[in-house]
Every structure is written in C-alpha cells, then in structure tokens.
C-alpha cells in the first residue's frame, strides 16, 4: 500500500497554485492522473519518485517513510524501489541500447535480467544499435525497459507515448500492460489520452488546480451516462489509421479523442467524416454508424 498526501506552492504558466493531493494506491494497482496541462499532475509524481520535495505532507510506501515533512524524511530517487519513463526519453546517445541497460544495472547484479527486458520490449534485434539510430517507438521501448532493469515496485511513466504516432502508441500500450502484469507492478501513469486510460487503467485521478476534482473507475468519470454495461454517447470518426493488428479509428468526442479498433468486418463500413454512436462494455470501446 502506498500511502500519499501532497502539498507543494507550484509556478504554473497561469500563476502561483497551491497543490493538495491526497490518494493511496494498492499493490498492483494501474492509476492514471488526467487533467488540463498546468493543474499539477507532473508534480505529483515527480514528488513520488523523489525528485521534487513537497512542502509538506507525507508519503509511505509499504511500511517504509518516502517522506514526512514532519520526521524530516526525503529519501533520494535511487532509494526509493521505483523506475521513471520521462517524456524525452533521457538515454544516453553515446551508447547502445545494451549498454544504456547495463549502465541502469546495479554493481554485482546479474545481468539476466537484460536479456529479458529486451526480449520482453521487443529490442533483440537492436542491441548493439546506437541510441541516435533509433526511432521514436523503439526509443520510448528501451526506456522503459531501462526503468525495469532494477526491478522496481512502483512504476511511473510522465506521459510516455504522447510522441509516437497512433500505430505506434497501439503497440506499446499492449506492451505497457502486459509488463504491468509480467512484474507485479504498480503503476501511476499520466496521459491526456482517454481511450489509452480506459484501456490501461483500473482507477484515475482527475486533477484541476492541483487538486483532485475526481476518483474513481474511468469508464465511470468519463463516460457517466449510462451502467458499465450499457455506456453510450456520440462522436464522430476523424480519421482511420492502419495498426499491426488491422485498423484503428480515431473518434472526437468533445474534446477528447478515443481510439477504437475496428473489426475486419467492420473496416469497409467506416469512413473519416463518419457520426458514430460509441459504446463501452468491459472498457473495450465499440462503434455504430449513426444513420441519416
């Protein structure tokens, strides 16, 4: 259990805000943190992985005191049992995708466990590529392999995917969830991207000036209007993209966009331009052509 209660004076681009949060994870949960861009959500787990300190409050992870601004506890990043993903990747240019994996090792660590996250992340055929010989996707995989190598308990992942385009951002959220499950995390993820929620995350945190305005199941804040079983609303397709496992269709729903996978039945029935009628059961997002 990772007990949380924030509270930090943040410079955002509309002015001073007071942060104050309050949530607790459980082990092996999937949290995102959705919001407007300024309301604080990167602060929040930049505080739980150490690298901002709070101004007050606490953070206790599994019987152990991250931080208490009153027993004046501030453990530093590399004590705390956690691995980051950040949004520019932060590798090392210089080196190659093996040796970016090893340099994340600890001394006297056996090193298995490189051979494994780079079969797991699909980089075997890479490693011995320089970094700057990458693409974006292949990138965004070595870092999160790289953020496992020392086998964390808490993952945090600062919007990950917000770079990659939509094939791309398809495939490594299949792979995010499946190393979610392989290692037993936990997982906190922030993301502007609804359907990448629903499909990852069992709880969410809706963040607005840096407190939080809603918690909870994320078919149940997004989509209110109807039981799980039966969670309808409106939108229309802005465009069909390719994907490794056939199409995908990206759906406007004021303002968000949802991706929905189309079956191959489906794919000639579906056009850009198209009014749909969106349905969520089992937060497996479906779609039906709305009629003239």
């Known amino acids: 259990m990772i007990n949380c209660v924030l509270h930090k004076q943040l410079h955002a681009a509309n002015g001073d805000m007071q942060l104050h949060v309050s949530f607790k994870l459980a082990p092996g949960d999937f949290i995102s943190i959705y919001g407007p861009s300024g309301a604080g959500k990167t602060s929040i787990i930049r505080m739980l992985a150490g690298f901002l300190k709070p101004d007050d409050g606490e953070i206790h992870f599994e019987g152990e005191t991250w931080f208490s601004h009153h027993q004046k506890i501030h453990l ?47 980089l075997e055929q890479l490693s011995n590529r320089q970094v700057q010989a990458l693409s974006g996707g292949q990138k965004q995989r070595l870092a999160l392999a790289r953020a496992l190598v020392r086998k964390p308990k808490l993952l945090l992942l600062d919007e990950p995917l917000s770079a990659v385009d939509n094939a791309m951002r398809e495939s490594l959220q299949t792979i995010l969830k499946d190393i979610h499950i392989r290692y037993n995390l936990t997982t906190v993820l922030v993301s502007h991207d609804i359907s990448e929620i629903i499909k990852l995350a069992n709880r969410t945190l809706v963040i607005e ?84």
Request: hydrophobic share 40%.
């Open 76 to 122: 530093a990043p590399q004590k705390r049992n956690i691995g980051f993903v950040f949004q520019d990747y932060a590798l090392f240019p210089n080196m190659t995708v093996r040796e970016n994996l090893l340099f994340a090792l600890q001394k006297n660590e056996p090193v298995d466990i490189i051979a494994e996250l780079m079969q797991v992340t699909g």
């Open 209 to 292: 000036n840096g407190i939080i305005i809603k918690e909870g199941n994320p078919a149940d804040i997004f989509f209110p209007e109807k039981p799980h079983n039966q969670l309808l609303v409106n939108g229309q397709i802005t465009e069909i993209v390719k994907t490794e496992n056939g199409q995908m269709a990206s759906v406007l729903l004021p303002p968000q966009i949802i991706k929905v996978e189309l079956a191959e039945n489906e794919v000639d029935h579906f056009q850009k331009g198209d009014l749909v009628q969106v349905s969520h059961q089992k937060f497996n997002p479906t779609i039906k052509k709305i009629e003239p």
